[in-house]
């Protein structure tokens, strides 16, 4: 699918401050070379403050930054979604995997974003799924609900479980991860989210609920929600997702995988909040796929 392209923009803050253009792009933005930005520039592309930038002007504070990228072929991705709930404030979808949430990389159109927004144009996400994770996600219909659910997510009044597929036989049957995460140095992205000594607080509750040989089904509960939390987590704790490309055990990167690849397990399975309307627990489930189904006795 090709679409109308895409501008990417960012305010600058004290990080780009002092910085030209060209050095900004290329350092704060690897996931092209140099000389591609370079090119950019010269096409006209790349703006500052709205009028065409040049690779020496040099960044302040509160600038806008704009990359106008011209449209492209989309990759191919499943462009559906289920309803799982909604009135007026709140539409709860689930996602199938390999659909991202918002647009990002080479996704745009082909996003559960853009597909929710043709359906329901007000609707804004309250926050996202990794594109290989399947699942609940919330969105708010209306200012008022995406204030209060977002108070609630800062809060951590929110109850969110997983389903996955771990690796391994571990030697207990529940688990308590409270191992920090944040960015660490990535060859290909500059920075990465994994277990970190530095990073901020995280927390997941891991509860087996079936055994596979050289692998086991459970279920958790997170109670923070850090990028890739479940995966770093459970690869932190030994037991990395099962065809999980990104994590190796003790929770850091490869540094030749991005987070888009694919090929683990990982389910939006249940949330719990008070409703944004009236303050009434609402719990929501995502039927679980196939593969992650507990088996019959």
């Known amino acids: 699918m090709k679409n109308r392209g895409f501008s990417y923009r960012e305010t600058i803050d004290r990080r780009g401050a002092g910085h030209v253009v060209l050095d900004w ?122 204030a209060a659910l977002s108070a609630t997510f800062r809060d951590r009044g929110i109850r969110k479980v997983y389903r996955t597929l771990a690796e391994g036989a571990p030697p207990w049957a529940e688990l308590d991860i409270a191992q920090p995460i944040g960015p660490v140095e990535h060859a290909r992205l500059g920075t990465i989210h994994a277990a970190s000594p530095s990073g901020k607080a995280a927390r997941s509750r891991v509860h087996v609920l079936e055994r596979r040989g050289d692998a086991f089904l459970a279920d958790v509960e997170i109670e923070t929600g850090r990028p890739h939390q479940i995966r770093i987590h459970l690869a932190w704790a030994g037991h990395p997702l099962v065809g999980d490309p990104l994590y190796l055990r003790g929770g850091v990167p490869r540094p030749d995988a991005l987070p888009g690849d694919e090929g683990y397990a990982l389910h939006a399975l249940r949330v719990g909040f008070p409703h944004p309307s009236n303050g009434d627990w609402t719990e929501i489930e995502a039927p679980a796929p196939a593969g992650l189904l507990t088996r019959a006795p």
């Open 25 to 146: 792009l290329a350092a704060s933005h690897q996931h092209s070379s140099r000389e591609t930005w370079q090119e950019r520039i010269h096409r006209g592309e790349v703006e500052l403050d709205e009028r065409p930038a040049t690779e020496g002007d040099r960044l302040a504070p509160g600038q806008v930054l704009v990359w106008h990228r011209p449209a492209w072929d989309e990759p191919e991705v499943p462009r559906s979604f289920e309803v799982l709930f909604e009135d007026e404030a709140i539409l709860a979808v689930s996602k199938p995997s390999g659909l991202p949430t918002m647009p990002a990389g080479g996704f745009y159109l082909n996003t559960l974003w853009s597909l929710v927004r043709e359906r329901d144009p007000e609707a804004s996400p309250c926050h996202r799924l990794g594109r290989g994770t399947s699942g609940i996600v919330l969105f708010t219909r209306t200012a008022s609900a995406s």
